[in-house]
């Protein structure tokens, strides 16, 4: 991997920015937030979380914050990309309902590295203006690691493309209003050439979805159905044919995944601290256990390195170097990070923590028993750990391909 030397100091300008987003969101959050869990497994449980994150969405659109980066005049405010991760690092430690904006901004990244100027034009200044939810539509039964392997057909008629097949493991889709499809147009060329990329509504006649749950309970993502769905030929994204390229781009530089776990393992590992400051067991703070103190510090140490790869990774991609390989580490390491920390989290809460929100005696908001469910799909989601570290040592040291 690439030695390369940055400067990570906030400058006064940041500095205010982080304070106007804090203040914004103590103002902006609902009372008593504590973060994104729903409450209760129910599919109304979820709903009633969705709404709350529109609005939020509507709040921060209004502030001029989505697509910060992006061009003018697509919407974006042209700013610098240390603002940019001010603003998520923030978000996400508040618990702000994040993923259908992290998914929606990635979306509006893709089209604009490869979409024609009319998709710019038309798809990315609703995004800005937080009035449109997208998802990622990659995964299927067979296609998950092996991403190439993708089936659902997109067959050429005269004005349009028909698609026919199955995603799965669509991460809000009932929620969101359009996808970026990835699709196999030629079945007679090998697996990665034949891939077409397609912005579908997600309205079309002919789509259906069965919502699945998580481990969690909650029912967060979806089976998408496409029954002869008709595509208009001005949705094609990128070349026909050239599919595997964008797919490449939206995976590989989904760069803010790992950081975002980070982020989000940060908010809880607080908690945690101050959990065992306060409790006392034997007339003692746990804190001052040996054990305690020294799964905390490695913690801590383990976030910071997260903290900087993070920061690295970003910046390194905003100077137009290769990341392919920094960010499968990123997410190697933010994904186990959270699964260690949910681990220790739940074995300091005792039986505690096996507790929902739901239970009166449920101990920081039921949120180790959260996380420590949620964490599981943490090594999973957007590429498994294993397939992560496949690129690393391939891509990052050069190794053949196993
Ligand atoms: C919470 C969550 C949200 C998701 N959201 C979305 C979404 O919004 N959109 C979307 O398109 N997809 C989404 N996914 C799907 C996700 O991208 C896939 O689950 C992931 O790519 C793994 O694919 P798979 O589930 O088919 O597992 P498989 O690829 O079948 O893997 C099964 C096991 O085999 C291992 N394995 C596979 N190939 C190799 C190899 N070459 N070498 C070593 N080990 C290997 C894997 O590491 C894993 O342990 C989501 C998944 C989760 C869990």
Redesign the pocket.
Same mark, same amino acid.
Do not use: H, R, Y
């Given at each position: 991997m690439e030695s390369v030397v940055m400067d990570f100091h906030f400058t006064e300008q940041e500095e205010a920015f982080q304070k106007e987003v804090r203040d914004f969101l103590a103002e902006a959050l609902p009372e008593d937030w504590v973060g994104v869990d729903p409450d209760g497994h129910s599919e109304q449980a979820v709903d009633q979380l969705h709404q709350v994150y529109l609005e939020m969405r509507r709040k921060i659109a209004a502030k001029g914050w989505l697509g910060l980066m992006w061009p003018r005049e697509y919407g974006g405010q042209e700013d610098s990309l240390m603002k940019q991760l001010i603003l998520e690092q923030e978000l996400i430690y508040a618990g702000a309902p994040y993923w259908g904006l992290s998914?929606t901004l990635m979306s509006g990244d893709i089209i604009l590295q490869f979409g024609t100027e009319e998709q710019k034009r038309s798809f990315l200044p609703p995004i800005t203006r937080g009035e449109v939810q997208w998802?990622?539509?990659?995964?299927e039964? !067979?296609?998950?690691?092996?991403?190439a392997n993708l089936q659902l057909r997109a067959v050429e008629e005269l004005d349009c493309f028909v698609l026919n097949g199955q995603?799965?493991?669509?991460?809000?889709?009932h929620y969101a209003d359009w996808v970026i499809l990835y699709t196999r147009t030629d079945p007679n060329l090998s697996k990665h050439k034949g891939i077409t990329t397609f912005l579908v509504d997600l309205r079309s006649p002919g789509i259906t979805m069965r919502r699945i749950p998580?481990m969690t309970g909650h029912p967060?993502?979806s089976e998408v159905f496409y029954d002869n769905v008709r595509v208009p030929k001005e949705n094609l994204l990128g070349e026909k044919n050239k599919g595997w390229s964008v797919a490449l781009f939206g995976v590989y530089t989904e760069k803010g995944f790992g950081q975002m776990l980070i982020n989000n393992a940060r908010r809880d590992f607080d908690l945690l601290v101050q959990y065992c400051r306060e409790t006392y067991v034997d007339g003692q703070p746990l804190a001052k256990r040996p054990l305690v103190r020294s799964r905390l510090a490695q913690l801590a140490i383990d976030l910071e390195v997260g903290r900087n790869l993070g920061l690295r990774l970003n910046w390194m991609a905003a100077n137009g170097r290769s990341i392919v390989a920094e960010a499968s580490a990123m997410r190697v390491l933010g994904g186990s990070l959270v699964q260690r920390l949910a681990n220790f989290g739940t074995q300091i809460l005792g039986l505690y923590g096996q507790l929902d929100e739901q239970s009166k005696w449920a101990k920081l908001r039921g949120r180790m028993k959260y996380l420590y469910l949620a964490s599981v /799909?943490?090594t999973?989601?957007?590429?498994? !750990?294993? /397939?992560s570290r !496949?690129i690393v040592a391939r891509v990052g040291l050069g190794l053949p391909k196993?």
């Open positions: 998914v998802a990622a539509g990659m995964s039964p !067979n296609a998950g690691s092996d991403l995603k799965t493991w669509q991460t809000g889709a998580q967060a993502f /799909a943490m999973i989601e957007g590429g498994t !750990n294993e /397939a !496949n196993g």
